[in-house]
């Protein structure tokens, strides 16, 4: 099985580093950060196989688009397959409880 190469976008690496941020250093809370960090980078890498498992979000203009997301954590994960590139690009990585529709 061919595996596709991971792309995180700098939208991406900024929505995690905000993430370990806020939990880390605003909440005090190092340990649980660098939990879901980990947890969050797993879900990602898992996209090298198999990246299509996951079902195109329903609403226009992010079906068209080939926008997918997967759960991690209390946070979603955005992205787009590029199968004739075999990559992933992630784009975004929002809380699960964020209007994710106007930040896409």
């Known amino acids: 099985m061919t595996k596709y190469k991971i792309i995180i976008e700098k939208s991406a690496e900024k929505d995690l580093n ?3 941020v806020y939990i880390g250093e605003i909440l ?3 340990d649980i950060a660098m939990k879901i960090y980990f947890s969050i980078k797993i879900k990602i890498l898992s ?3 198999l990246p299509l498992r996951y079902a ?3 609403d226009e203009p992010y079906c068209s688009m080939g926008v ?3 759960p991690a954590e209390n ?3 955005f992205y787009v397959v590029d199968e004739a ?3 992933v690009h992630i784009f975004r990585i929002l809380h699960i409880r964020r209007e994710w529709k ?3």
């Open 18 to 20: 905000d993430i370990i």
């Open 28 to 30: 005090h809370e190092p």
């Open 47 to 49: 996209l090298k196989e």
């Open 56 to 58: 195109l979000i329903k």
């Open 68 to 70: 997918r997301r997967i």
């Open 75 to 77: 946070y979603t994960v």
């Open 85 to 87: 590139g075999r990559t």
């Open 102 to 104: 106007s930040l896409l």
